[in-house]
């Protein structure tokens, strides 16, 4: 009976249907080639913007005068040293006329200290000799006054030009110590009056306003007749 059951059990085994296999389906891409060669590329962005200027600084004038011309108007590309404004220059031609006097007064001057050295230097050798001569004048008026050749009179007189010549030598020998302090003191007044005749020379410059850079004059201030102080500014500007 065992054995019936073990036939039965193969038989049925065999007899059994075999499933079907599904077929599995490969993935497919699609793949499209480009043939590229090495090129310079140079991408492009429109946009719609405001452009200003990272500096716009202000001319300003350094002296107070009436503007005499105008010569850059708003909008207008100026390149560096081109003349922008004009100032009355009377004012600043009167300071320069005035340092000039003054520059050659201090010249002369001087001139003069120099002279005045040479002259007194000379001199004082001619006081040294007066000043022997005198003395020894007195020493001869002395010894006749003890032998009773000559009167008292006599003697006071050569005493008299004695000290007069000492004074004499003593002044003239003082001023030529100070000649070099008087010359040091006409170097200075000389200096300083270079000094002003520069400064008076720059004022004259500012008269005639330039721009200091490449520029776009974004604003002008002032007009042709106006007073220009040192504070307002006659004209911005952007840089190019």
Known sequence: MVASAIGLFVILGATKPTPEVAAIEETR???RTVEVSPEPIHPELRLIATVESAA?????????????LVHAVEGQSVPRGELLLELDPRDAEVQRSQALAEL???????RLEKVQARANQENLDRERELARLSEAELSRLVQLREKGLVSENSLNTAKQNHQRALQSLATRSQAVDLQPARIAQAQARLAAAESAMQAAELQLER???????????????????????TSPSPRDLSTS
């Not at 050659?104 to 001087?110: F, P, V, Y």
Request: glycine residues 4%; hydrophobic residues 50%; charged residues 15%.
């Open 29 to 31: 891409f699609s793949v």
């Open 207 to 229: 008269t005639r306003i330039h721009a200091p850079f490449d520029a776009i004059v974004t604003e002008v201030a002032v007009d042709t007749g106006c007073l220009l102080y």
């Open 56 to 68: 716009q600084p202000t001319l300003t004038s350094a002296l107070s005068a009436d503007v005499l």
């Open 104 to 110: 050659g007064q201090a010249e002369a001057n001087l």
